[in-house]
């Protein structure tokens, strides 16, 4: 067994997908550092290539068309235990049955990864509405969250399309990835200035008023809290300036 081992990155993942897919031998493609060593394995390290990953992403839209190469993006953002191989698999099965692939929700090398890329898509979704941004000193927007999975870099451009106008950071708190707006383009990343700027006195009484307002508009006797954690699950509530006011005050 080969295994072909590459960085954390996308663009490192297709590097490995290449070099895997073109190997005659049975092997395997693994992410990261955390991985178990079997018996008589040959273990290759992969460098990220950016040539051979732009190569490797126009053949995929080309040969398996762009909607799999985006279930494979999304899939891969799921952080799932042994995904970079169930990437791998789907690749291959998708080579073959194009977008049909899809659609054949039973296939072993197909189904964990629709479902994978399914679980990310719906957060994302959910994550574009819960998201809440506030202004600190020179008129940044700051927002923090914590997803379950690794979504920053598929909502940032719903922000980026929504908030020209200002310089903003969305920040995950769980893996410390911010994506980092200047009005001109959009960095996903791992490091941001040490000393954010601190919340500005309009933005506290905004927050003072919106926290007044829900906890006066909410009806206790009418409250269906099983519901209402059904559209917005509990474990987005920290960041929701609204929800722990009115958590609190039931």
């Not at 663009?11 to 008589?40: D, H």
């Not at 574009?128 to 999975?149: H, N, T, V």
Request: glycine residues 4%.
């Amino acid at each position: 067994m080969i295994s072909y081992l590459c960085d954390t990155s996308f663009e490192g993942l297709l590097t490995a997908i290449y070099f895997a897919y073109n190997e005659k031998n049975e092997c395997r493609v693994l992410s990261g550092s955390a991985y178990q060593n079997t018996l008589g394995e040959t273990l290759v390290d992969i460098t990220t290539n950016n040539y051979i990953y732009s190569k490797m992403e126009s053949y995929i839209c080309e040969r398996c068309g762009s909607e799999n190469l985006m279930i494979m993006y999304k899939a891969y953002w799921g952080e799932a235990p042994g995904g970079a191989d169930l990437i791998f698999r789907y690749f291959k099965t998708a080579l073959k049955m194009k977008n049909e692939t899809m659609l054949m929700h039973a296939d072993p090398s197909v189904q964990p990864v629709l479902k994978i890329a399914h679980r990310v898509t719906m957060e994302a979704h959910k994550m574009q509405g819960f998201i809440r941004f506030i202004k600190l000193e020179d008129d940044l927007m700051y927002s923090s969250y914590a997803p379950s999975s690794n979504t920053t870099a598929l909502v940032a451009p719903h922000f980026v399309e929504r908030m020209t106008s200002y310089n903003w950071i969305i920040h995950d708190t769980i893996r410390n990835v911010f994506a980092v707006y200047n009005k001109k383009e959009c960095i996903i990343g791992h490091s941001v200035p040490a000393n954010l700027p601190v919340l500005t006195d309009i933005e506290a009484d905004f927050e003072d008023l919106w926290r007044s307002y829900t906890v006066h508009a909410a009806i206790k006797e009418r409250l269906n809290l099983k519901l209402q954690m059904s559209f917005m699950p509990k474990k987005y509530w920290h960041f929701l300036t609204e929800m722990n006011s009115l958590n609190m005050s039931i």
